[in-house]
């Protein structure tokens, strides 16, 4: 059975200072991985996927997130954080059919 | 990627009471909706899977008479919480599955159960 670990359920990080959401996850095949942010009260807004190819993938809002299969590790990094970076986090695992497996969430604190 | 409009975004029924939330899939024929369930600060867990034309396939302690899933076209799926008590208030969210892999989400309904 699949699985998502988000190990940090909280992070406090300076304004300007860098990123990085931890995500581990648990699959018999070659996983599809998402990271997802929800602000207080709103949906879900996609930040970047991985399906396959280059490990290092590029989202919006200046995010990355590198594809560790050794590590099964997905995790989401930005090197320099802005106030509206505020937000819960979300990364999730999918099979071929779209269905999502979410991570437990990490809230992301920013002060100034 | 698909448009998807979830409504209404907020709701507030008494205990006792149904409420309807519909799901439509606005630029994209979906075979294949995902209903999904978020309690207060925690994550989104599957409910279902609601599948055109057929009976949806519910998680594992999903009551599936509770939350009644009928997916009758492929732009629109509904989610009924029947006879709703305040344990049910949560926030719902549906998805589309386009193309196999990537999922399209609605806005979410927030649902109090008074």
């Known amino acids: 059975a699949q699985s998502v670990t988000q190990p940090d359920i909280h992070i406090t990080v300076s304004e300007g200072a860098s990123l990085e959401l931890r995500c581990n996850y648990s699959y018999g095949a070659t996983p599809y991985l998402f990271w997802y942010v929800q602000s207080p009260g709103q949906g879900l807004q996609l930040l970047l996927k991985y399906f396959s190819g280059d490990t290092l993938v590029q989202g919006i809002k200046g995010f990355e997130a590198e594809f560790k299969r050794s590590q099964s590790s997905f995790n989401l990094r930005k090197p320099s954080v802005h106030w509206s970076d505020a937000a819960e986090y979300f990364c999730a695992v999918s099979d071929s059919w779209g269905k999502l497996q979410f991570g437990a969430g990490t809230q992301v604190v920013v002060t100034p | 990627g698909a448009v998807v409009s979830q409504h209404p975004s907020r709701v507030i029924c008494k205990s006792g009471t149904s409420v309807k939330i519909e799901c439509r899939s606005l630029d994209f024929q979906a075979t294949t909706m995902f209903w999904y369930r978020q309690f207060p600060k925690q994550s989104l867990m599957l409910m279902a899977t609601?599948?055109?034309?057929?009976?949806?396939?519910?998680e594992q302690g999903v009551e599936k008479d509770k939350f009644l899933i009928n997916h009758a076209s492929l732009t629109l799926s509904t989610l009924t919480v029947t006879s709703a008590h305040p344990e049910d208030s949560s926030f719902y969210i549906c998805?589309?599955?386009?193309?196999?892999?990537?999922?399209?989400f609605g806005q979410g309904t927030r649902l109090t159960v008074v």
């Open positions: 609601s599948n055109e034309g057929s009976k949806a396939t519910y």
């Open positions: 998805s589309v599955g386009s193309g196999g892999t990537e999922a399209f």
